[in-house]
């Protein structure tokens, strides 16, 4: 099995078989950013604590992408996923193919391979039409 | 700050030209411009050359082509506003004293460059483009989004692309001479869903530049001068704070401020060249640009107020769609086509009888950021 490295440290985790994102809160005006940040976007306060947004949004907007692009065979399927707390994330959708996707729709986040190298796989974060229950396959720990 | 004129313009034809180096178009494009304002090579006394994917010091070959040496040369970049940003600092450095004759070129030559055929990515390193984002996707999800919040359809966005592609017959500098029906358009090849090929600018290389001098020098030259009556360069702000992925905050940030200063509001725009990399692009900046209230600006491409002929013709030139985009040539072959259009010269695309124009551009794709750079100028006579 090929080593397995994240697209990034600290953007993603799997808690008890539910995967997460984790973006950062500022203690001092409450503002919510993913990627998470070290000090706050906001009001420049330094007091920063990790916030996990949970794996579950909606389809904000989404494009299928109809050529190639560097790690990616086309087509392919990205999106803006709006959290509840109403934070956008900017990922792929997978699974979209059997699904018509819309606005709106529920949206499931999936931990997995992004792309494999000759040595080594990166992991990062992917969604899924919430309709779709074959999720499960590919989840890992981060 | 002093009153800065444009003296001199010019322009390469846009095109694909895999032959000709970048600093070859760019010399071409100079020359013209000088010839347009009778200027000699000694009467320049800085230049600002912007340029994406041609290397360093690009300006400095440039203007050796030219025989123009010896002289303050600053190489800028900022993506598809580089070209505005080099013609806003030209501005500057004449209004604020510090010199007296300058020049702005853009140039880019992308068939040569690493990104030709390709689905332009963010910078290298860059979160998004590493999860598969592209510039047209970005815009393509900016689409889907007015579209569904402004109730506007894929027929009515094609109009955009075919009033520009009308336009761009017009233009003998424009890459493209060929009109299109709205089916074609929408039943083009897809790029990324709801954008198909021609709804989006092309490949293009070419140059474009300007001859800047302040007010008082301009009898020297041979040309009616055209007043810099408003200029505005401005980084994007985070996304997060836009009101939708589908709203250009930047342009309208930008353009309030471009109003203020040339103490102009949008009724007072006679002709405009918009950043239109995408026909819908268009149909949200006349929102943006005051030309039509937040969610109606599709009823100006209905009504014909921004063909030729119309109260507000936009893009006669043609626009990004057609003209082409040569990236960094884009914001100084925008000014020519205004310093043409307000001198009266624009020949079978001539959009009436002008006295005030205003360009627009937007310029890169930077995570977490709405755009990397938007420029407005307003030119007068």
Not at chain 2, 76 to 92: D, I, L, P, Q, S
Not at chain 2, 125 to 130: M, N
Not at chain 2, 362 to 380: D, F, K, P, Q, R
């Amino acid at each position: 099995m090929k080593l397995q490295i994240p697209i990034r440290e600290g953007l993603f985790k799997d808690i008890d078989g539910e995967a997460t994102l984790i973006g950062s809160k500022c203690k001092s005006c409450g503002a919510i950013f993913f990627p998470p940040k070290n000090f706050c976007l906001n009001c420049s306060s330094k007091e920063i604590e990790p916030f996990f947004l949970g794996g579950k949004g909606v389809l904000y907007s989404f494009t299928i992408v109809h050529m190639p692009a560097e790690h990616y065979e086309a087509p392919y399927a990205i999106g803006w996923i709006q959290f509840p707390i109403g934070v956008l994330v900017f990922a792929q959708i997978k699974n979209w193919e059997q699904t018509e996707l819309k606005i709106g729709m529920g949206m499931k986040l999936v931990i997995g391979k992004l792309w494999e190298e000759e040595e080594r796989e990166v992991i990062g974060y992917f969604f899924y039409p919430e309709e779709d229950n074959s999720s499960q396959s590919n989840l890992k720990e981060s | 700050m002093r009153e800065v004129v444009v003296v001199g313009v010019g322009s390469t034809v846009f095109g694909k030209f895999p032959e000709r180096r970048p600093d070859e178009l760019g010399a071409e494009a100079v020359r013209r411009a000088m010839d347009d304002a009778g200027a000699e090579p000694e009467d320049i006394q800085f230049a600002y050359s912007a340029n994406l994917y041609g290397g360093m010091v690009i300006g400095q070959a440039i203007l050796r082509e030219c025989r123009i040496t010896n002289l303050e040369i600053t190489n800028v970049e900022n993506a598809c506003a580089g070209g505005a940003t080099a013609f806003r600092k030209a501005w500057y450095d004449i209004g604020s004293g510090l010199y007296d004759i300058g020049l702005a070129v853009g140039v880019e030559s992308i068939t040569t460059s690493s990104i030709v055929g390709k689905l332009i990515p963010p910078a290298k390193g860059d979160l998004a483009g590493e999860l598969g984002m592209n510039m047209v996707g970005r815009w393509a999800m900016a689409q889907r989004r007015y579209m569904e919040e402004n109730g506007v359809s894929l027929q009515q966005i094609a109009k955009v692309a075919v009033k520009n592609r009308r336009n761009g017959c017009l233009n003998p500098y424009s890459q493209y001479q060929k009109e299109y029906t709205i089916d074609e358009v929408v039943n083009s090849r897809m790029i990324c869903d709801p954008i198909t090929l021609l709804q989006c600018c092309p490949n293009s290389d070419g140059g474009a530049a300007a001859i800047l001098c302040s007010a008082d020098l301009a009898p020297k030259f041979k040309r009616k001068p055209v007043k810099v009556i408003a200029s505005v360069v401005k980084s994007g702000d985070y996304l997060y704070r836009s009101r939708s992925i589908g709203f250009s905050e930047m342009t309208a940030r930008s353009v309030k401020e471009a109003y203020e200063m040339a103490g102009l509001g949008p009724e007072d725009i006679d002709v405009c060249e918009l950043h239109d990399p995408f026909s819908y692009t268009e149909l949200a900046h006349y929102e943006e640009l005051g030309f039509a209230k937040p969610g109606e600006g599709v009823r100006l491409i209905e009504e014909g107020v921004t063909q030729i002929g119309g109260k507000l013709p936009v893009n006669p030139s043609g626009g990004l769609e057609s003209k082409g985009h040569p990236v960094s040539a884009t914001g100084v072959a925008q000014i020519a086509e205004l310093v043409w259009q307000l001198r009266g010269e624009a020949g079978k695309r001539q959009a009436g009888n002008p006295k005030v124009g205003l360009a627009h551009v937007l310029g890169g794709e930077v995570t977490e950021l709405e755009s990397g750079a938007c420029s407005i100028h307003i030119l007068g006579r």
